[in-house]
């Protein structure tokens, strides 16, 4: 039920983009992205429902493909701030019942 | 405003021993799960809530029991803790099931089991 991240970690420098994939063998309601910082909790970034509709947060996009099963995580122009673990989280069915989140990309960020 | 609140945040058993891990949410939400953290695994999905009275089994299930007597508190229990539970756990909870609504994560609980 797990979906599926790549990659598994990435590291950048200032200024540079960064694309995490996010895949699920399962049709997806909706797609959730979150950034967890080290000893904290995971931090909501964005949603993207049923429709390929694409979304963004400052510097950060987010794309979803309900028939390909896919969401992708862009971030552009980097900053230090962006460091962290990324998980795609998927909703099955409209319930909303089971959350499942991703096994999280690492991304650090380098000046 | 507190949001989704644990306790404790760190705790050490013995293989056998068992604990209660606390969450409470003063938000209202009608939703609330637990997931475990453990490196490279990501977050898996241990057992969730849609409402008071109303439980039901995520991905890891075994070894945990849980209970909602009110829609504020959804504590997880560890009957005989086991060295293979040793990890990170997050209560969390949102606004209702269906909901289209992100979830609050707590702060976690760090369960070390020797």
């Known amino acids: 039920q797990q979906p599926v991240q790549s990659p598994q970690a990435v590291i950048l420098r200032e200024g540079e983009d960064a694309v995490i994939n996010c895949s699920s063998s399962?049709?997806?309601?909706?797609v959730h992205w979150y950034r967890q910082k080290h000893g904290e909790a995971p931090i909501f970034l964005m949603i993207l429902l049923k429709g390929g509709e694409q979304k963004g947060h400052d510097k950060i996009s987010a794309s979803f493909n309900e028939k390909k099963q896919q969401s992708s995580l862009y971030l552009t122009a980097s900053q230090l701030s962006y460091s962290g673990t990324y998980f795609c989280?998927?909703?099955?069915?409209?319930?909303?019942?089971?959350?499942?989140f991703g096994t999280g990309t690492s991304l650090t960020v380098i000046p | 405003n507190a949001g989704v609140t644990q306790t404790p945040k760190f705790q050490v058993l013995k293989t056998g021993q068992s604990m209660t891990l606390q969450c409470a949410q003063d938000m209202n939400h009608e939703y609330m799960s637990w997931y475990r953290q453990d490196p490279g695994m990501g977050l898996r999905l241990i057992h969730y809530s849609v409402g008071a009275g109303i439980t039901d089994q995520g991905e890891v299930p075994n070894g945990y029991n849980v209970s909602r007597s009110t829609t504020e508190d959804f504590p997880l229990r560890l009957l005989s803790a086991a060295p293979s539970q040793t990890s990170v756990y997050f209560c969390a909870s949102r606004r209702r099931q269906g909901a289209v609504g992100e979830l609050f994560f707590g702060e976690g609980s760090r369960l070390t089991v020797l």
């Open positions: 399962k049709a997806l309601y909706s």
């Open positions: 989280g998927t909703e099955i069915g409209w319930t909303g019942n089971q959350f499942y």
